[in-house]
Nanobody
């Protein structure tokens, strides 16, 4: 699976952005998908994940109520709608894919097999 993230940019605090991650291949609907972010000098952190059919979602506590993950299997794309953005959301955002059904919430970097190249989100105060 090859992943291409897009949609990052510069936004003021309180604003919104929608990230997209397009996947190649015919197996997209067989993968759990996740979003992570990595701020300068920090480790990559879990943001959100979604099950194969989109019926189950997971969020980091820091983004609950502000971010929404969704997917369109017909378009091989996963989205991250980010509202009420804060300066601390500034980071490079990565999408990731996991081919096996997780036994626990897939919130670790090691839970994912494939990674996109990242898209930068900058939130100004």
């Amino acid at each position: 699976v090859q992943l291409q993230a897009s949609g990052g940019g510069l936004v003021q605090a309180g604003g919104s952005l929608r990230l997209s991650c397009a996947a190649s291949g015919r197996t997209f609907s067989s993968n759990y998908m996740g979003w992570f972010h990595q701020a300068p000098g920090k480790e990559r952190e879990f943001v959100a994940a979604i099950s194969r059919g989109g019926g189950t979602t997971y969020y980091a506590d820091s983004v609950k109520g502000r971010f929404t993950i969704s997917r369109d299997n017909a378009k091989n794309t996963v989205y991250l709608q980010m509202n009420s953005l804060k300066p601390e959301d500034t980071a490079v955002y990565y999408c990731a894919a996991r081919s096996r059904i997780p036994t626990t919430t897939p919130r670790s970097v090691g839970d994912y097999n494939y990674w996109g190249q990242g898209t930068l989100v900058t939130v100004s105060s």
